[in-house]
């Protein structure tokens, strides 16, 4: 899950009494599972909520590149190389669809970039962690993309049109990056003492983040409730959590990793795996700014973005000029 | 060793190294910048040079390791030979400098690169023909990319036009490099494999020249040229801080499955 605790603007779900009439209209469109369109009518408060959710998204994507880049010039094989080299290329893709369908809502690009820089709007807690050994990339891959994928295979059906889009492209490839942040772990699981021992460090150190990208349970949430009634969120963080453990536990075991929960145990009864929350304290550390990697994460992206400007200033100038020479010609 | 007469499969080596580790070398340079470019659209554009570049690297090393035939594969010779052994030239070795120089070298490099691959498509050995025609297309946007940069920063504003031509005055020194030759190339030239480095400058001052021309930069006087890449005679220092990175995994952990 690449946004965490998005909260909805507004107050939470409105009866139908208290709704306006065009309110009306639009809960039975979303009700209907019809698609919500750029130029159709929409609640402020929905809009906000995407934009909030979408923006938080694309963050992530960016952001997530620096984690990730941090292994490029020491990949292990020049396939290994390639690969990643790849996948961060898709990530920083996704990164500018979101933007594309956030700008159908009536925010701009730079608009988007200035809140991240400023630290107002929020990436996913993940990425304020650091990838220490080789065995992270993999489980960067099989864990982070695939908690990510738990959230977004649903939001391929969300009620916004472009975002639902945007999510079907995103979904092909993250799940063929979960399969290749697998196959790192195979590699390193069945190799030389040294290779298992990173394996199992990189599970020790992000197992309990990964749970933490769902956000903390929201069951009683009425952002999360307004949401959901909206289709812009479909599942619970509680349920999405549980449905990635259930998942992720016999991968692990199949690599024959132990998972770092003592507690952690098949439940019958219920037919899903009991198993430890986080450190929630943690978890809004980080959020707040507190996490290992936040400062140098965010000092990175603003370190770019102001060593790029005379670039992006050169770029436009050119564009300008080639513009009134083409004028000038005509 | 380069400068003795070798036998034909020791200089098709050598040749194939030079290939290789032009791209493997500068692929690493250019990945560096993962996360980091002025705007996304470019942070994209340069991991996919990279990729490019690491793809070709694989093809080029791959085939230096058959030739050789005596077991090392493209993996073998990346990331455990030495400094000494490397082919690179010196331009791919600098370090990437402001965005506007990591894009003045790959326009320097590119132009090279895209009139040798060109050559290469004539190649007499059918393998290295081959990987040239799969590399060419790929250079060919390398080099429609870099020099459309080069254009717009040369010509945007006045400190990025300051900011190219010091990148210019900077890196001119290292193109004379891609256009010696020695008695691998000799080698080459007599077999029919590649052509004699030196008959390609005139077509390259004339690419190069045009886009300066449209970049209003103006291409340096001086022929001067450090050596020493392409024979591993003499690397720049920066070199081994490239390899202590790129093949530190595979020191560290000999004989390791990745």
């Known amino acids: 899950m690449y946004a965490q605790m998005i909260k909805s603007a507004g107050t939470g779900v409105k009866s139908p009494e208290e709704m306006t009439p065009e309110e009306r209209r639009f809960q039975a469109?979303?009700?209907a599972n019809e698609k919500v369109e750029p130029k159709d009518w929409m609640p402020d408060d929905y809009r906000a909520t995407l934009i909030r959710q979408i923006g938080q998204h694309a963050q992530s994507e960016i952001d997530g590149q620096l984690p990730e880049g941090n292994w490029i010039t020491r990949a292990p094989t020049l396939e290994r190389k390639a690969i990643l080299l790849a996948k961060v290329q898709d990530e920083a893709g996704h990164g500018l669809y979101l933007y594309c369908a956030a700008e159908t809502l009536g925010i701009s690009r730079d608009e988007l970039t200035e809140d991240l820089l400023s630290g107002k709007m929020k990436y996913s807690s993940i990425f304020n962690y650091p990838t220490l050994n080789w065995a992270d990339i993999g489980a960067v891959g099989w864990l982070v993309d695939g908690a990510a994928i738990m959230n977004q295979?649903?939001?391929?059906?969300?009620?916004?049109?472009p975002y639902s889009r945007a999510m079907i492209r995103i979904c092909k490839e993250e799940s063929f990056h979960q399969r290749q942040g697998y196959d790192i772990m195979m590699k390193m699981a069945q190799g030389t003492e040294?290779?298992?021992?990173?394996?199992?460090?990189?599970?020790?150190?992000?197992w309990f983040p990964s749970l933490m990208m769902?956000?903390?349970?929201?069951?009683?949430?009425?952002?999360s409730a307004q949401s959901m009634a909206w289709k812009i969120k479909i599942n619970t963080n509680d349920e999405l959590r549980q449905k990635f453990v259930d998942q992720t536990v016999p991968q692990a075991e199949y690599l024959g990793l132990t998972v770092p929960d003592e507690t952690?145990?098949?439940?019958?009864?219920?037919?899903?795996?009991?198993?430890?929350?986080?450190d929630w304290k943690e978890f809004f550390d980080v959020l707040k700014g507190n996490g290992p990697c936040n400062t140098d994460r965010l000092t990175a992206?603003?370190?770019a973005w102001k060593e790029g400007k005379w670039v992006r200033d050169a770029m436009m100038a050119h564009a300008r000029k080639k513009a009134a020479a083409k004028v000038a010609a005509e | 060793?380069?400068?003795?007469?070798?036998?034909?499969?020791?200089?098709?080596?050598?040749?194939?190294?030079?290939?290789?580790?032009?791209?493997?070398?500068?692929?690493?340079?250019?990945?560096?910048?993962?996360?980091?470019a002025p705007v996304l659209e470019e942070d994209i554009a340069l991991a996919n040079t990279a990729l490019d570049l690491i793809g070709q690297t694989q093809l080029w090393l791959g085939l230096a390791g058959e030739v050789e035939g005596k077991g090392r594969d493209a993996d073998a010779l990346a990331f455990l030979r030495d400094v000494w052994d490397f082919r690179s030239v010196l331009l791919t070795e600098v370090p990437n400098g402001d965005f506007g120089r990591t894009l003045m070298r790959q326009f320097l490099f590119d132009a090279w690169h895209s009139i040798y691959l060109g050559r290469l498509l004539k190649s007499s050995d059918k393998r290295v023909a081959d990987i040239a025609e799969k590399a060419s297309k790929e250079v060919a946007y390398h080099l429609e990319r870099s020099a459309d940069t080069v254009v717009a920063l040369g010509d945007g504003?006045?400190?990025?036009?300051?900011?190219?031509?010091?990148?210019?005055?900077?890196?001119?020194?290292?193109?004379?490099?891609?256009?010696?030759?020695?008695a691998v190339d000799a080698a080459m030239v007599e077999a029919g494999v590649a052509p004699d480095p030196a008959s390609l400058r005139a077509e390259y001052d004339a690419l190069v020249g045009r886009v300066l021309a449209d970049a209003t930069l103006e291409m340096p006087e001086g022929r001067f040229a450090h050596k020493g890449g392409r024979d591993g005679r003499m690397h720049t220092e920066h070199l081994g801080h490239i390899l202590t990175q790129m093949q530190w995994l595979q020191r560290a952990y000999p004989g390791a499955s990745w």
């Open chain 1, 214 to 223: 769902f956000g903390p349970s929201d069951k009683e949430s009425v952002h």
């Open chain 2, 157 to 182: 504003t006045e400190e990025s036009h300051q900011r190219m031509q010091a990148a210019l005055a900077y890196l001119w020194p290292y193109v004379g490099e891609m256009f010696e030759g020695d």
């Open chain 1, 153 to 161: 295979v649903p939001l391929q059906r969300t009620s916004y049109g």
């Open chain 2, 1 to 36: 060793m380069s400068g003795q007469v070798q036998s034909g499969d020791a200089a098709l080596f050598e040749f194939l190294c030079r290939l290789g580790d032009n791209t493997l070398v500068l692929g690493h340079r250019v990945s560096e910048w993962c996360g980091h």
């Open chain 1, 264 to 278: 952690l145990k098949w439940n019958e009864e219920r037919g899903h795996y009991d198993f430890a929350e986080p």
């Open chain 1, 29 to 31: 469109h979303v009700d």
């Open chain 1, 194 to 206: 040294a290779q298992k021992r990173m394996a199992q460090d990189a599970l020790n150190r992000l």
């Open chain 1, 301 to 303: 992206r603003q370190e």
